[in-house]
């Protein structure tokens, strides 16, 4: 077992709070969090809703071994159907809530309709109910825990909410829990405001206390541990230096996208990357990294915690800002900085913690102020539109539009439209660096061929979290492959994405594969969930999650066409480093990956694949 | 030899896998809501900090106790709750200077840290080494070695 075999139904246009049995034979075929969610929006919905309406739905979802000793064993999923892309929007999230979900009793909450009045629900084990918000609308993600906490006057209660950025109808606005983990992408912090739904508070003392076979169980979940902590990766580089110790790695290969991708090296990744985060400050003596911090059940602790410096312009006069909080990821650090050209450590920090603060995803908000900032260079844009001189690389323009993007204030309410329709309004629509509406992540895919296949076949829109090629084509986990040819890359990003949904349905996190491969996650299920779970079960529900969120996507409206990348990627070569002179080859790749996907010309189901999956 | 539950909360990282371990060798379920260890997380120094009981030789809770259901291991030195005997009348959790000894409203009993009868479950799980069981009168001998590294091992003391 290992589910808790109970789900929450919230209609929040009607008020009710009604408990169901979970569909234990969607929970065999999908696993949990972001399959099983899926699995009922799909069977729910029509793919045509519009987002932001009360017709759509959105899932919170914890997967089997959510709440449970196995590593890392602590995430949920957010699922519903994205606004920024129009696709299935799925974003993952660590930190502690998503097991205080499971110990209260639940597997998933899934919220439909639209309340009147903004409203907030509050779970103590088995009992839910929607209650008044209107004093928490406005506030942060940060006042709104510390005022639940208080008022509840339960410290221990765990808290997922939205900030202005989701009251606002940010198109990337977030759904942050404990203060500084995010699910981060698409926008579902949008469609959790559009249901006037303010908070998810939880407090969960039950436990998880059926896995099928406990003393395999914990033999298991101790020897999985054994390899995180002797692998390289998991259990040296990303506790130490965290995701950022990539910065000067990908840099170094040609394939870190700067200036909105005109070039694909930095002159100032060593500036934001691991090592300046580790080394002391000239005004204060202080290392910016204060140390490392694990999410629920994680045995790899690759979170920062960080300062800004006082004296930075950013944060002067502001003591909210001076103590330690979530610092940069690797990701956040590149939107944020490379993609403006922006270098200043501080001043990065500084717009992560408003990201955090009024939950917003900082990869599409930086990516598209690296939008911003060209159409300013190119004269399109001006100071007097923009309230800021935004020329590349000023650190001052990046706060500004941090600071008024979450608030939706003067020219932030057109940031906060993503690149995609902010290029599209000025004539430039060339000019968004996104997949489906969706901005890139850390990664050239003219440097990282497969990435861009992974790109512009990802369900969500441009990620690197659904088939991270990354791993194989840089780190060389588990075989290395030549990043700069297109060559074997449809079966490796197939590969990728298959793994990447058993792994993010589960209900752990998709770091461990670095050292860990499907056969360590069928390991642990089996003892969790029923000797079923066998490696080959695993893989093929993958399989079926990921053709079942591209099935969803077509019907949403969605076709080959859209499987695409921005034109400067398949026409402007990179300019310097390793990838000089290439552009992404996605033309060859992308047939080809139709072919192993068993999808005609068009990007569809073939019936024979429909039933190989049971679809 | 007797041991103690050693903590460095340089080490800790927030995992909580301590108290799954804990709730999970005393309920068979995962659920840090009935440790008997706890971590805590102060977010504006980003300092994460385990807690539990000390196990002090004179311990206010078994003196306190107007049944005699608190008892000495005389094996671990551990200060032990016999659950039959409890009563559940809560004066060692308002004895107990540190807070460590917690009423269980579903068992109407008291719990608090036995030491998994010398086996501690928290320490055995702790990926980091913020929770170790060390002799128990060589808790500083880590410290110590630090120290004396820095006084006489380093090359500006040559």
């Not at chain 1, 629509?429 to 050239?444: C, I, R, W």
């Not at chain 2, 551990?78 to 000894?101: L, M, R």
Request: glycine share 10%; with cysteine.
């Amino acid at each position: 077992m290992s589910w808790a075999g109970k789900i929450l139904r919230i209609n929040l246009t009607a008020g009710t709070v009604k408990s169901e049995p979970l569909n234990m034979d969607w929970a065999h075929q999908y696993l949990g969090s972001r399959g099983l969610a899926t699995k009922y929006l799909v069977e729910e919905m029509d793919a045509k809703v519009d987002p932001l309406s009360p017709a759509n739905k959105i899932v919170w979802a914890t997967g089997p071994l959510t709440g449970t000793m196995a590593s890392t064993g602590g995430r949920y999923t957010v699922v519903t159907k994205g606004p920024l892309t129009g696709a299935i929007a799925c974003s993952n999230s660590g930190g502690y809530w998503g097991a205080e979900l499971k110990m209260a009793g639940w597997d998933m909450v899934i919220f439909e309709g639209r309340s009147a009045k903004p409203v907030y629900l509050f779970i103590q084990d088995d009992v839910a109910e929607l209650r008044d918000a209107a004093h928490l609308w406005g506030k942060t993600v940060w006042e709104t825990e510390a005022t639940l906490k208080k008022q509840l006057q339960d410290p221990q209660v765990r808290v997922s909410s939205i900030g202005g950025a989701g009251e606002n109808q940010v198109l990337y606005a977030a759904v942050v829990n404990d203060l500084h983990r995010a699910a981060g992408r698409s926008g579902v912090g949008a469609v959790m405001g559009s249901k006037n739904l303010k908070a998810i508070a939880v407090r969960g003392t039950k436990g998880v206390g059926n896995i099928a076979n406990p003393k395999e169980f914990m033999r298991v979940t101790y020897e999985k541990k054994k390899i995180l902590a002797d692998n390289a990766v998991t259990g040296q580089g990303l506790p130490t230096y965290g995701t950022q110790v990539l910065m000067s790695v990908i840099n170094e290969i040609g394939a870190l996208p700067t200036r909105n991708h005109r070039d694909s090296q930095f002159e100032g990744a060593k500036d934001i990357g691991a090592e300046a985060m580790a080394t002391p400050r000239k005004t204060d003596g202080k290392k910016p990294l204060v140390t490392n911090q694990a999410c629920f059940g994680c045995t790899i602790a690759c979170g920062r915690v960080q300062t800004v410096d006082k004296g930075h312009f950013s944060v002067e006069n502001k003591p909210q800002y001076w103590g330690a909080s979530g610092g940069l990821e690797y990701e956040a650090a590149w939107a944020l900085g490379a993609a403006n050209g922006v270098n200043d450590l501080d001043a990065l920090q500084y717009a992560n913690l408003l990201c955090n603060e009024h939950g917003m995803d900082p990869i599409s908000f930086g990516a598209t102020i690296g939008a911003v900032m060209e159409l300013y260079d190119m004269g399109v844009l001006t100071k007097e539109q923009l309230g800021v001189d935004a020329k590349f690389g000023s650190a001052q323009a990046l706060a500004h539009f941090a600071e008024i993007t979450a608030k939706g204030e003067g020219f932030g309410k057109e940031i906060g439209q993503g690149s995609r329709r902010l290029t599209a309004k000025y004539g430039h629509p060339d000019l968004s660096m996104t997949v489906k509406g969706q901005e890139f992540p850390a990664y050239d895919s003219r440097g990282i061929q497969g990435m861009g296949l992974a790109y512009a076949t990802s369900n969500r829109g441009a990620c690197h979290l659904r088939g991270y090629t990354v791993a194989s084509e840089v780190l060389g986990i588990p075989v290395k492959t030549d990043p700069l040819v297109a060559e074997g890359k449809p079966d490796l990003v197939k590969a990728f994405q298959d793994a990447t949904a058993a792994f993010d349905s589960s209900g752990l996190c998709i770091f461990t594969t670095f050292a860990w491969g499907l056969p360590d996650l069928a390991d642990q299920l089996a003892p969790a969930c029923g000797p079923e779970f066998t490696l080959e079960n695993v893989a093929l529900i993958g399989e079926r999650i990921w053709n079942m969120e591209r099935d969803f996507n077509n019907r949403a409206g969605f076709t080959s066409k859209d499987d695409t990348l921005p034109k400067r990627l398949l026409t402007e070569p990179a300019k310097t480093g390793p990838a000089k002179g290439l552009v992404s080859k996605l033309p060859e790749m992308l047939p080809k990956y139709y072919e192993v996907r068993g999808w005609d010309k068009e990007g569809r189901l073939k019936a024979e694949t429909r039933t190989r999956l049971g679809l | 030899m007797q041991k103690s539950l050693h903590i460095d909360p340089e080490k800790c990282t927030g995992c909580l896998q301590c108290e799954m371990a804990c709730s999970f060798e005393n309920y068979a379920t995962f659920a840090p809501a009935r440790s008997r260890i706890k971590v805590f997380d102060f977010h504006h120094t980003g300092r994460k900090v385990p807690y539990t009981c000390t196990q002090c030789d004179e311990a206010w809770c078994l003196h306190a106790c107007p049944v005699e259901a608190i008892t000495l291991d005389m094996l671990t030195g551990a200060k032990v709750v016999n659950e039959t005997t409890c009563v559940g009348c809560k004066v060692c959790t308002i004895a107990c200077p540190f807070g460590t000894v917690n009423y269980v409203q579903e068992t109407g009993k008291v719990q608090k840290c036995d030491l998994c009868g010398g086996a501690p479950a928290c320490a055995e799980a702790c990926p980091t080494g913020a929770i170790t069981y060390i002799d128990a009168n060589w808790t500083g001998l880590n410290k110590m070695a630090a120290w004396a590294d820095k006084l006489g091992n380093q090359p500006a003391a040559a």
